[in-house]
């Protein structure tokens, strides 16, 4: 793969911050987009924007066909069986939101056990918690050990038939950690638990199959996957989601209201109320394409590549802690330099030109495990390259000598 060819697909990147060429490495935030999702969101507002489902003019055919074409798009893209498993949301948080709101509210009692691990984000940490608080369940999680994998040592005795729904994340935002997510799923469908996969860091990343896999919900974001803000989508398995309530009211996910009752359409379009994002939607399914022309088996080795030689560039920094395993990872590396604060490591590494987020990451219970109070993490994308990695190092030894 021509990966420097590929970067000049990106716009944004062509600048400098500061006086220096940008690097940016803050990918597990939100990436950047191609000039082919850009192009493809102009498109629409030039030429086809109209509503969709709703009306026979030609230009709301135009974007209703597009729109549905996303859906087909994402459908194949994670191997659901049919688009129609497919739920377009705001995002990972909405369609965690989603399923703890409706198949959660619908399915738990005080009896009940929820189940995640002690390295989620918040997102899949607060709608459980809201939802235990309403319904009685208890809350329960799988300890993670001091390398940033996760401590299956008493798998079984966490994992047993009082678990409703273990939910997880595919890939750590925070450690990088790629947890075995075939494995676990299969453990909680011995048990009959419903299974929930956070696929934020994973889907645009690697390839993802849920019926490979066997999950019953998968949500990702698109703005991590080089498609625009404010856009996601929640899989859902059919025999679940025929049988999960609404969650929102309003146009189009109705079937025929009267002023005493209603009723709701099918899945997909009954957890879809009121005007969707159209041209979220249709960047969604414009970076779907792009991700697949390069082949996401390519995007996987690279990003590898990338994080492999950032942990071993890295070590060489005095004071440096690196968090996650140190083997295979997700394509990010968060640490901690006992010389400053990760706010003040960001900010020095910005007046340099290079781009990285600092803090807790939305994983405040991870940070109290590490005794931390947040960390530095540069995270990567296929259009990153090895001199950026490179880069980044040096700057880091100018850090330390700046600040001690």
Known sequence: MDWHRIRSDFPVLDQQVNGHPLVYLDNAASSQKPRAVINTISH???????????????LSNRATEAFEQARKKVGQFIGAKTEDEIIFTRGTTEGINLVANTWGAANLRPEDVILYTGMEHHSNLVPWQLLAQRTGATLRHIPVLDDGTLDLTNIDTLLNEQVKIFTFVHISNSLGTINPAKELIAKAKAVGAVTFLDGAQSVGHLP???QDLGCDFLAFSSHKMCGPTGIGALYGRMELLEKMPPWHGGGEMIFKVSLEASTYKDPPHRFEAGTPDISGVIGLGAAIDYLQAIGMENI??????????????????PGIRILGPDGHRGSLVAFHLDFAHPHDVVEFANSHGVAMRGGHHCTQPLMKRFQMPGTTRASFY????????NRLVEVLHAARKFFT
């Open 382 to 389: 296929f259009y990153n390259t090895l001199e950026e990695i």
């Open 208 to 210: 993802v199959n849920v």
């Open 44 to 58: 629409y507002y030039e030429r086809d924007n109209a509503n969709v489902h709703r009306a026979l003019h030609e």
């Open 300 to 317: 996987h080795r690279h990003d590898a590549n990338l994080s492999n030689h950032a942990v071993q560039q890295m070590r060489g920094i």
